[in-house]
């Protein structure tokens, strides 16, 4: 056994495999599919295309924070590539370390073999959710999250007793939170990424319909997201407002419901699906030509409902149909540079952008953001360093795993400290509560579609001063 800084021990594979006494071992591993149960265990041809490089290990965060090759892309798929031939069971150090993947995907721009690792670890993590019998606690903390984030009414409801905590809340509390047990570790991390919540912006609502203004560019439908419309009310605002501005007829039907990526990037497949289904149905009855999104987290899990449902003859058309109209706001409104309906007001500020990973890994969307930044006049980008390495949101990773989350967003705030911009910029509120906890507010931040909105109504963002 070897002992890790961070997260403990890290078990020894040789000894784990002679644990269990054969006739256990023979009902756990001896499947057609190994360990994995028959629903869409991880493919062999793309395990295969892994040749274990070793391209990956610097851009992997938890990698770079321990350097433990089993909590390394290659070594996931090796563990991957052993359970597949039923040599280790899903349970115990498997789990361990694909739980402690952040899923950030760095790893797969990084590859020159094209390892879709992205596809791999979405058709693991079911296999463990399905399959691994989690500590009383663990299971129970889990159903907590996906008991309130994905509702809208119960993060509303929840906004009146944040407001009120965050109003009352003791400055001794950060002394009594320091000096809790370990074991009430995650409960601390999610107290201390509690956003400043505004009950009259929790409570707001997005307009059903937006007419555009001036000459029409067609009807774009706005994802307003759970966390994002409750917490982050005037993002969806400002991007209402730009697109608006911009020739478009924006709708955002009031029935919508979660999308499902945090289910869906959590393994929890079966509710991704039906929250899928129900986000597709609404936005067909709304009969868009597009749909954006301006959370890089939903966007790249709407992306991915064809695969998602392609098993299902029902929905699998309907749900490329709908993948296809899926657009990041930064798409959008790039697209829209060439012919730009709203004019562009200076603001002088240095801006730092963060590639949050569901964008730059998972959606490839890299160059969009930046340019509709640098088409505000008086806006000097600069470049972040390490900007593969996430900064440990990660959806609920820095919920679940807050130790390894708190190295990462540490690592992430100092490298924000040295570009000594102004201003910082990212198209997650994952990304957003992460780094506003580590950074304490040393510097403005806000979503790129926010002073995007600023420039063309020409105002400086309030949060900037």
């Known amino acids: 056994m070897t002992t890790h800084p961070t997260t403990g021990p890290s078990p020894d594979f040789s000894s784990e495999r002679g644990e269990k006494p054969a006739p256990e071992r023979a009902d756990v591993l001896g499947g057609e599919f190994g360990s994995f149960d028959d629903h869409h265990p991880p493919a062999q041809e793309l395990l295969d295309d892994c040749v274990h490089c070793g391209f990956c290990l610097p851009t992997c965060p938890t990698y770079a924070l321990w350097g433990e090759e089993m909590d390394s892309p290659r070594g996931r798929i090796y563990l991957m590539e052993m359970a597949e031939k039923g040599e280790i069971p899903l349970e115990g150090a498997f789990t361990t370390h694909i739980d402690r993947c952040l899923g950030c995907m760095a790893c797969v721009t990084a590859c020159p073999s094209g390892v879709q690792y992205d596809r791999l670890l979405e058709a693991t993590r079911p296999q463990i959710e399905r399959n691994v019998a989690r500590s009383r606690s663990d299971r129970l903390f889990r159903e907590a999250i996906f008991a309130l984030f994905p509702y809208k009414r119960r993060l509303r409801a929840a906004s009146i007793g944040g407001a009120l905590y965050q109003k009352l809340r003791p400055k001794s509390m950060d002394r009594l939170m320091a000096r809790l047990p370990e074991r009430f570790s995650r409960l601390v991390a999610m107290e201390s990424l509690l956003p400043p919540v505004s009950v009259r912006e929790a409570f707001a609502r997005i307009p059903a319909r937006t007419p555009a203004v001036g000459p029409r560019r067609g009807r774009v439908g706005l994802l307003t997201g759970c966390v994002q419309d409750v917490f982050f009310h005037p993002v969806n605002e400002a991007t209402v407002r730009v697109l608006a501005a911009e020739g478009w007829d924006v709708i955002a039907p009031r029935e919508q419901t979660c999308c499902g990526a945090l289910g869906?990037?959590?393994?929890?497949?079966?509710?991704?699906?039906?929250?899928?289904?129900?986000?597709?149905?609404?936005?067909?009855?709304a009969r868009v030509d597009t749909i954006a999104t301006n959370v890089a987290g939903c966007g790249s899990s709407m992306k991915e409902y064809g695969e998602l449902l392609a098993d299902d003859p029902e929905w699998a058309d309907r749900a490329q149909a709908f993948a296809a109209k899926v657009r990041d706001i930064s798409e959008v409104v790039d697209e829209t540079l060439a012919d730009p309906r709203a004019r562009r007001h200076p603001i002088e500020a240095t801006v730092v952008y963060h590639d949050a990973c569901h964008l730059g890994h998972a959606?490839?969307?890299?160059?969009?953001?930046?340019?509709?930044?640098?088409?505000?006049?008086?806006?000097?980008?600069?470049?972040?360093?390490?900007?593969?390495?996430?900064?440990?949101?990660?959806?609920?990773?820095?919920?679940?795993?807050?130790?390894?989350?708190?190295?990462?967003?540490?690592?992430?705030?100092?490298?924000?400290?040295?570009t000594g911009a102004d201003v910082l910029v990212t198209a997650n509120p994952g990304c957003l509560l992460q780094i506003r906890k580590y950074l304490d507010g040393e510097l403005p931040m806000l979503h790129p579609i926010q002073l995007v909105d600023a420039s063309i109504r020409g105002v400086r963002p309030p949060e900037m001063g």
């Open 363 to 418: 959606q490839k969307i890299r160059t969009e953001p930046r340019r509709v930044l640098r088409a505000i006049p008086g806006v000097e980008l600069v470049e972040l360093p390490e900007a593969e390495i996430c900064c440990g949101s990660a959806g609920i990773y820095n919920m679940l795993q807050p130790q390894a989350a708190g190295d990462l967003g540490r690592r992430k705030a100092d490298n924000i400290r040295g």
């Open 264 to 285: 869906l990037h959590a393994g929890r497949e079966e509710e991704a699906i039906a929250r899928a289904k129900k986000l597709i149905a609404t936005f067909e009855r």
